[in-house]
């Protein structure tokens, strides 16, 4: 695959300093430098520089980065996406196009592949001692918790064919599942999704999603993000079936969610991975407590339409 990984997104807040706050009790880094009067930038530990905040009069997805493998790509890019009749524009080792449906800007830019070093903490499983006679590590871990990358972004469509024809036909994501016709898991990376479009009365930011070590780790982030604000809480812990990953879910000030994972399924080769076809009866996780109303209509919903006039 000519594309390797998410490099950022820019997302629009109508409070930069509330939604600022949040992202950095999140456990993103704040990265401090030109621009900061009217954004607000941040890093995770292994993806670097991954969340841009600028203001909007109401919460929109204003930018998705792509990285490709050299320039090659970026030329092949444009001419599938000329194919479907979408502007785009090459300059020197960056693409730029608007995803036609959603007006989402996507940067695909030529970029290094992601580098992430990790050491497995021991388990002991029935019959299988593997830890013995120490306590659990994750007991002991005293460091505030810090998302080591942006693992994928999920947005509505008022067009859902034209959105996942875009990333598939055009940039050349490949589809992992597809919840039937309103839901396409789509990957530019060996993660199972990396961009997740649903069909929706209006183009909105669903969620956006932060890979973290373990489950431990999202239990741990959740109890400090929520100490002083259980308003945050939207949903978890549980476990997806689609991408088999762990989750929970958080409400940002502006009404976005954002969402730590763990164990998530990984493609490594695309001829073995067999692409699912889900119903819409299917619940969306394996365990954990029912899916709040609001993961399938935004509680600001008649906000976000009454803003597109």
């Known amino acids: 695959?000519?594309?390797?990984?998410?490099?950022?997104?820019?997302?629009?807040?109508?409070?930069?300093?509330?939604?600022?706050?949040?992202?950095?009790?999140?456990?993103?880094?704040?990265?401090?430098?030109?621009?900061?009067?009217?954004?607000?930038?941040?890093?995770?530990?292994?993806?670097?520089?991954q969340l841009i905040l600028v203001h909007t009069p109401i919460r929109r997805l204003v930018e998705?980065?792509?990285?490709?493998?050299?320039?090659?790509?970026?030329?092949?890019?444009?001419?599938?996406?000329?194919?479907?009749?979408v502007d785009s524009r090459v300059d020197g080792a960056e693409l730029a196009a608007v995803e036609p449906a959603t007006g989402i800007a996507v940067k695909v830019a030529v970029a290094e592949p992601l580098q992430q070093k990790w050491q497995a903490a021991e388990q002991n499983y029935p019959g299988d001692i593997r830890r013995p006679d120490v306590r659990a590590p994750a007991l002991y871990r005293e460091t505030r918790v810090r998302p080591r990358k942006l693992g994928h972004v999920?947005?509505?469509?008022?067009?859902?064919?034209?959105?996942?024809?875009?990333?598939?036909?055009g940039l050349g994501f490949r589809l992992s599942d597809e919840v039937q016709d309103i839901g396409a898991f789509m990957r530019c990376s060996p993660d199972h999704h990396n961009v997740l479009v649903q069909a929706a009365p209006?183009?909105?930011?669903?969620?956006?999603?932060?890979?973290?070590?373990?489950?431990?780790?999202?239990?741990?982030?959740?109890?400090?993000?929520?100490?002083?604000?259980?308003?945050?809480?939207?949903?978890?812990?549980?476990?997806?079936?689609?991408?088999?990953?762990?989750?929970?879910?958080?409400?940002?000030?502006?009404g976005n969610m954002t969402e730590y994972y763990s164990d998530m399924d990984e493609v490594i080769d695309d001829q073995i991975w067999e692409p699912g076809i889900w119903g819409q009866d299917k619940s969306p996780n394996h365990w954990g407590p029912p899916m709040p109303p609001s993961m399938i209509s935004p509680d600001d919903l008649a906000e976000l339409m009454a803003g597109l006039h």
């Open 1 to 49: 695959m000519s594309l390797h990984r998410l490099t950022h997104l820019t997302i629009g807040v109508p409070n930069l300093d509330e939604a600022a706050k949040f992202y950095t009790d999140f456990g993103l880094t704040p990265v401090h430098g030109p621009g900061a009067a009217s954004q607000r930038r941040f890093g995770t530990v292994d993806g670097g520089e």
């Open 64 to 85: 998705i980065g792509v990285a490709a493998q050299d320039r090659d790509d970026l030329h092949s890019i444009q001419s599938r996406l000329a194919r479907l009749g």
């Open 154 to 169: 999920v947005f509505g469509s008022t067009d859902y064919a034209t959105s996942k024809r875009f990333f598939i036909d």
């Open 202 to 254: 209006v183009p909105h930011l669903h969620h956006t999603s932060w890979e973290v070590e373990d489950i431990d780790e999202i239990g741990r982030g959740a109890q400090d993000l929520l100490a002083e604000h259980p308003e945050r809480h939207v949903w978890g812990i549980g476990r997806h079936w689609i991408g088999s990953n762990f989750f929970w879910y958080f409400r940002d000030p502006a």
